[in-house]
């Protein structure tokens, strides 16, 4: 047990659609960072919020976006889905003090996209 | 760029074996090393790391050494049990530990 809870649990939109998928960091954790994990494949870092603010993206589109809140909860937003969105989204917390910290993973969102 | 290479699975073993599962990396810099587990249905749980070349990382009996010579990182565990039937991910990260660089995942089943 990490901590970490993700909602919901799993989710099925349609293509153009929206969404808005969340994210409840481990107690004094103030890093969330998002992943996504295509079927069969390992994990690719989407992006990552430090303190409220991004720092630091992978090679995602811009229609992928995300808020952490004073709470150090965050959320991911996709818009104008597309097929390819279809994965598993993993949030992960961790406490940046100049190390190479610890992730601690959600048991993340199973998004569908039709 | 950095980047994480595993061996592909699926693997089968019985109950008793002994496990490797190859782990390659490319990095810039000093990286960590990690080995991730995920059970079906769960996200990923850190198994174990190493920080610097030559440490030894290990875990409910699992070990692996950060080899910098060879640039690997291998999981090892010399007796598997039928609950160690999961999906192992090698990955990597650097000082900043924005982006942890993950690999495609090693299936493992392990029959009684």
């Known amino acids: 047990e990490t901590g970490v809870t993700q909602s919901p649990t799993h989710l099925i939109k349609t293509r153009g659609q929206q969404v808005t998928l969340r994210c409840s960091s481990q107690?004094?954790?103030?890093?969330v960072s998002w992943y996504q994990q295509a079927l069969g494949q390992g994990p690719q870092f989407i992006f990552q919020?430090?303190?409220?603010?991004?720092?630091g993206r992978g090679n995602f589109p811009p229609r992928f976006s995300g808020l952490q809140f004073p709470n150090y909860s965050s959320e991911l937003n996709v818009n104008a889905l597309e097929l390819d969105d279809s994965a598993l989204y993993l949030c992960?917390?961790?406490?940046?003090?100049?190390?190479?910290?610890?992730?601690?993973f959600g048991s993340g969102t199973q998004l569908s996209v039709l | 760029g950095n980047s994480v290479t595993q061996m592909e699975g699926p693997v089968t073993l019985s109950e008793e074996a002994f496990l490797t599962i190859n782990c390659t990396y490319t990095?810039?810099?000093?990286?960590?090393l990690f080995w991730y587990v995920q059970y079906p249905g769960e996200g990923l749980q850190l198994l174990l790391k190493?920080?610097?070349?030559?440490d030894k990382g290990s875990n409910k009996g699992f070990e692996a050494t950060y080899r910098k010579e060879t640039t690997s990182f291998h999981l090892e565990k010399g007796s598997v049990q039928v609950s160690d039937s999961a999906v192992y991910f090698c990955?990597?990260?650097?000082?900043?530990?924005?982006?942890?660089?993950f690999g495609a995942g090693t299936r493992l089943t392990v029959k009684p």
């Open positions: 992960a917390s961790s406490f940046k003090d100049g190390t190479n910290e610890k992730l601690f």
């Open positions: 107690s004094g954790h103030n890093t």
């Open positions: 919020y430090y303190r409220e603010e991004e720092n």
């Open positions: 990095a810039t810099g000093y990286p960590s």
């Open positions: 190493a920080t610097k070349a030559d």
């Open positions: 990955a990597l990260n650097t000082y900043n530990n924005n982006d942890m660089r």
